[in-house]
T-cell receptor, first 113, second 112 residues
């Protein structure tokens, strides 16, 4: 069982839709991350939250909007996405200093049509 | 920026053989991590290497870290089909605290 839970596992959305990806961790970690991964490529960092504050935004388009309501929850709000945004979206958590590494959620497979 | 390179990118090996995957990184990093990813799945943590000279082993996999050479290796001993997956190394950028930089990945296929 993963200790980082992502929902939904699969999502198909149109380019005019608004949807949200959700991530929850119960590991007591104070850093949470969103990554985007295209097929056969390494994960690409999108956002980092440390102590519920956005600390890194890797020049992600504004159609992706992160939110960290509390230390256990991380959301990614999606609006007006493009087909090229189709990918596996991974949430991860860790201690703020990196510690023993990230724990990844199972991911959300997003398809934009 | 911390750059992390792996080689080879693709590896096809016969069952029972040994091989090594290399992970080089460009600037100071105190910690190196190895992950495994099966097709369509998330990343599973394999090893955490926290200091120069660290060596960790689990089953047929052994990882090592040389911070002076900025090199980590993942050695596969007597490969079996179940090891087929993509393997990523990731370096922690020291002065940012928690930002990982992933290597390009090595897609391993073990054939009978």
């Amino acid at each position: 069982d993963t200790e980082v839970t992502q929902t939904p596992k699969h999502l198909v959305m149109g380019m005019t839709n608004k949807k949200s990806l959700k991530c929850e961790q119960h590991m007591g970690h104070r850093a949470m991350y969103w990554y985007k991964q295209k097929a056969k490529k390494p994960p690409e960092l999108m956002f980092v939250y440390s102590y519920e504050k956005l600390s890194i935004n890797e020049s992600v388009p504004s159609r992706f909007s992160p939110e960290c309501p509390n230390s256990s929850l991380l959301n990614l709000h999606l609006h007006a996405l493009q087909p090229e945004d189709s990918a596996l979206y991974l949430c991860a958590s860790s201690q703020p200093t990196g510690g023993v590494g990230y724990t990844f959620g199972s991911g959300t497979r997003l398809t934009v049509v | 920026e911390l750059k992390v390179e792996q080689n080879p990118l693709f590896l096809s090996m016969q069952e029972g053989k040994n091989y090594t995957i290399y992970c080089n990184y460009s600037t100071t990093s105190d910690r190196l991590y190895w992950y495994r990813q099966d097709p369509g799945k998330s990343l599973e943590s394999l090893f955490v290497l926290l200091s120069n000279g660290a060596v960790k082993q689990e089953g047929r996999l052994m990882a090592s870290l040389d911070t002076k050479a900025r090199l980590s290796t993942l050695h596969i001993t007597a490969a079996v089909h179940d090891l087929s997956a993509t393997y990523f190394c990731a370096a922690l950028r020291s002065n940012t605290g928690n930002q990982f930089y992933f290597g390009t990945g090595t897609s391993l296929t073990v054939i009978p």
